[in-house]
């Protein structure tokens, strides 16, 4: 059912795309904002996880941030290696430069990297059971690293463990969120999460107001070179490019369009008084 609705919809939006005579040669691209179907949802613990949300299976998590997107709103990947994978509404070409926007909400003082997975639909099944390749960004990055988090059952620091032998705790805020942190709807004492890592940046300024410093281009959520903004200087989303794509060794891959992606959270780091360092998404930009 779902392949079939997926591909009508792709067949309309061909239909569509066969009277635009622009769509490959376009330098100031109009963004479209599809219906996004979210696949799965899947965050690291964090402030923001089971705030307002009731979810006690994966499959109600899902819905639960679908109705987020569709109403305008983001959701929260959490600490890092949380994620959320989205199919697009319709396929994404690799143009010449930027291929596509995601939505976060940085500003300045306040980036919080997601890295950015794309997968093409090779064997056309409408599921996303193709290999998945990383946007390399522009800062160096730790990858195939992994955090495991341990369930918390009532609000407080939620413990985790990596592969490279550390520990440590996420920061439970109580001034600020009375809820458990660890993903209610989760219901193994454990889970892993593996992903590529970003070191943080924040610092604290003279008048104590602590920033998260932004990356340089690349990535989701971040205030970095590769932002757009509108004529208020107000930001709208950054900009990614299928040419960056690399493998699992780290080699380039070519790609010719994408049909999937997935954004998750990259940085590991409590920062004092604001809490962990989380990604957040609104969506996605489809030229
Ligand atoms: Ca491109
Ligand atoms: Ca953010
Ligand atoms: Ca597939
Ligand atoms: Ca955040």
């Known amino acids: 059912m779902k392949h079939r609705l997926f591909s009508t919809f792709v067949i309309a939006i061909a239909a569509l795309l066969s009277s635009c005579s622009d769509d490959d040669n376009n330098d100031e691209p109009n963004f479209m904002t599809g219906k996004l179907e979210v696949l799965e949802y899947r965050p690291a613990p964090g402030q923001f996880i089971n705030e307002g949300m009731t979810a006690t299976t994966q499959q109600e998590a899902d819905t639960w941030a679908q109705q987020r997107l569709d109403n305008g709103h983001y959701v929260s990947l959490g600490s890092f290696g949380g994620y959320i994978t989205l199919q697009m509404p319709k396929i994404i070409k690799n143009r010449n430069g930027y291929d596509f926007g995601i939505v976060g909400n940085p500003f300045d003082g306040s980036s919080e990297p ?5 997968s093409e639909d090779v064997n056309e099944n409408g599921i996303t059971d193709d290999p998945w390749y990383e946007l390399k960004g522009g800062d160096e990055s730790t990858r ?14 939620v413990p985790w463990s990596d592969n490279e032998n550390n520990s440590g705790v996420i920061n439970h805020l109580l001034q600020y969120h009375s809820q458990n942190y660890y993903p209610a709807w989760i219901t193994d004492n454990s889970y892993t999460l593996r992903g590529t890592k970003l070191e943080p940046r924040t610092v604290v300024g003279n008048d104590g107001i602590w920033k998260n410093l932004p990356f340089s281009k690349g990535y989701a959520d971040n205030w ?10 107000s930001y709208l989303y950054n900009r990614l490019d299928l040419d960056d794509a690399i493998d699992q060794s780290g080699n380039s891959v070519s790609l010719q369009q994408i049909h999937f992606i997935k954004v998750q959270s990259a940085i590991l780091h409590n920062v004092p008084s604001i809490g962990e360092l989380s990604t957040e998404v609104y969506g996605v930009k489809v030229f």
């Open 224 to 233: 970095g070179d590769d932002k757009v903004l509108d004529g208020n200087n």
């Open 114 to 118: 997601g890295i950015v997975w794309v």
């Open 144 to 157: 195939g690293y992994e955090v495991t988090y341990q369930k918390t059952t009532e609000p407080g620091d």
